[in-house]
């Protein structure tokens, strides 16, 4: 009977290190041609035992995906898995260098002081320990923020954008409400008080140990059609000096601005991309318009261009810059799609969808000119994490 127990099991392990490995082709994306870019799709490899996509890259190559006590690592660049220890297991991390890495938990805790905690954990020796810590975060004009679950946060929530300026400081994406921000969020009901959201910029000069100096990047106004030269109201009721392409105008949110990843360009201009609603439908209502938004800094985050329509739907917005010079995006809600520019993130073009769930999407450039994709996918009853491959390069 022992042997035929040790049999079983040695069986049963082969079975699950072929499925872990196994590739998963699902959803056969149709990759448009794309000026200036062409884009492959390649091999899908499921990600073992794991229910969320969140996925981090450690400098030295190493990538965890999942938010559990037991997380998948790969150090092959994404291509085999085996389970291991927890990992960040935060929407917000960072590998600093020197071994320093730091995990920010998304909630803020109002203090006695009025400036607002933090909960951290920092690893000193790249992972290996960690250890729990708060830090202070000041924005003096933040109010209480009403998620859309119905949580009532003390503050603002902290979201997955985190860079490392060429200073040394960093920056991180925030967001909230300030007081006296009453702009309900569209479509939902009034007693839920879920105001629309402002997303912010914060900075550290300490590695993330205090936070603050905010800045606002979006909230209620948005880059749109100017006055052309030709209107016949020139001249008359509206002035020559008001004529342009474009100009800035209310935005088009269902719920304001949030859940905005950063990425610096190749040109060192920051780029962040941003969600403004969560395209939810119910009982035959229709969906509203919820485009995924852009914003820019040429000064390291202290001024923002207006945020710019560069998607027709968009949560959970993650980017990459590769090191040729493309920027990827992936997005999701309704399907799973990416994005690209290869002008530092002036333009997008070339948006496919690769998947069809709701769920968030999360991208690392893995080798030369190919990124990986994580995202879950149905089968049947059951949902699978998978990392799915795209090489991306320049045509000309």
Known sequence: MKK???????????????VSTAEAQFFKPAVPKIPGIKVTAGKSVIIPAQTSALAFQFKDGRIVVGNGKKAAWSYDGGHTWKI?????????????GNNEILSIERNSRRRT?????LHQHRSLDNWKTVKDEEAVLNIPQASSTVTGSGDRIDGFLFHHGILRLANGDLIGTMYGNYKGDVILCDGYPPELNQRKYR?????????????????????DRMLGRGIPADHKMVGKSIPFS????????????????????????PNGDIVCVMRSGGRNPGGGVNLF????????????GRHWTPPEQIADRGVGPSLVAMENGIIVCTYSRPGNWLIFSDDNGKTWKGAFQFGNTG???????????TIQVYHE???GSEKIVVGTFFTVKKTN
């Open 4 to 18: 035929v127990y040790i049999i079983t099991k040695l069986i049963f392990t082969i079975l699950v290190l072929i």
């Open 84 to 96: 291991g220890t927890r990992g960040p297991g935060t929407k917000v991390a960072i590998d600093l």
């Open 113 to 117: 002081d009025g400036k607002f905690t």
């Open 199 to 219: 997303t912010i910029v914060v900075f550290s000069e300490n590695n993330g140990r205090t936070w603050g100096n905010p800045v606002l990047v979006a909230y």
């Open 242 to 265: 008001r004529v342009s392409a474009t100009t800035v105008v209310p935005a088009i949110t269902q719920e304001g601005f949030r859940e905005a990843d950063l990425v610096q360009a």
């Open 289 to 300: 318009p919820t485009p995924l938004y852009c914003s820019m800094s040429a000064d390291s």
């Open 359 to 369: 769920s968030y999407n999360y991208i690392l450039e893995v080798a030369d000119d």
């Open 377 to 379: 996918i149905k089968r």
